[in-house]
T-cell receptor
Framework: GQNIDQPTEMTATEGAIVQINCTYQ??????LFWYQQHAGEAPTFLSY??LDGLEEKGRFSSFLSRSKGYSYLLLKELQMKDSASYLC??????????WGAGTKLIIKP | SAVISQKPSRDICQRGTSLTIQCQVD?????MFWYRQQPGQSLTLIAT?????????ESGFVIDKFPISRPNLTFSTLTVSNMSPEDSSIYLC????????????FGEGSRLTVL
């Protein structure tokens, strides 16, 4: 079956760095997405990786290793507004999105 | 990017009733996706709404329970029929972006509570 694993919850301190991991087993691979979802709101797109390596976008970076079935989202200089759930989603060989359960990130002052 | 308007934003419904959620996109799109997000959980795809043809339902979801309309390329509705408390959830409409990544854009969601 298809499966995506990410930690349920993480806690970090304002100003620090946090890495949220995502491992996947899917039928084929056509890209991996990270979304941010604040409580009570819809998910918003953060990043997309289809080739191995690191994609940097401001304070957020996303890394992919296809051979390991592994990705991480790196958040630097954490701000209180970064408190949210972070969803990992993989696009399989049929371009269907397989969603992880999400990681709730709690930022403490 | 795509701007998606979804309504109602929230509603409280009685068991056994039905509710229709509307989704309007600011551009023409071939496919519109309907998701459910139960409390504390991730997204589950209910169905894909195609203009001019029947919606494609995912395993565990049936047309009688979740009828979908797609009258044109910018609008779709999802009806949650004969509701029970287990249907209490957030329902989200989404479309693919037109760029290289094809990321999803979501409506604001409709939070339904069934008593």
């Amino acid at each position: 079956g298809q499966n995506i694993d990410q930690p349920t919850e993480m806690t970090a301190t304002e100003g620090a760095i946090v890495q949220i991991n995502c491992t996947y087993q899917t039928s084929g691979f056509n890209g991996l997405f990270w979304y941010q979802q604040h409580a009570g709101e819809a998910p918003t797109f953060l990043s997309y990786n289809v080739l191995d390596g690191l994609e940097e976008k401001g304070r957020f970076s996303s890394f992919l290793s296809r051979s390991k079935g592994y990705s991480y989202l790196l958040l630097k200089e954490l701000q209180m507004k970064d408190s949210a759930s972070y969803l990992c989603a993989v696009q399989d060989s049929n371009y269907q999105l397989i969603w992880g359960a999400g990681t709730k990130l709690i930022i403490k002052p | 990017s795509a701007v998606i308007s979804q309504k109602p934003s929230r509603d409280i419904c009685q068991r056994g009733t039905s509710l229709t959620i509307q989704c309007q996109v600011d551009s023409q799109v071939t496919m519109m996706f309907w998701y459910r997000q139960q409390p504390g959980q991730s997204l589950t795809l209910i169905a894909t709404a195609n203009q001019g043809s029947e919606a494609t339902y995912e395993s565990g979801f049936v047309i009688d329970k979740f009828p979908i309309s797609r009258p044109n390329l910018t609008f779709s509705t999802l009806t949650v029929s004969n509701m029970s408390p287990e249907d209490s959830s957030i329902y989200l409409c989404s479309v693919r972006g037109q760029g290289d990544t094809g990321e999803l854009f979501f409506g604001e969601g409709s939070r339904l509570t069934v008593l």
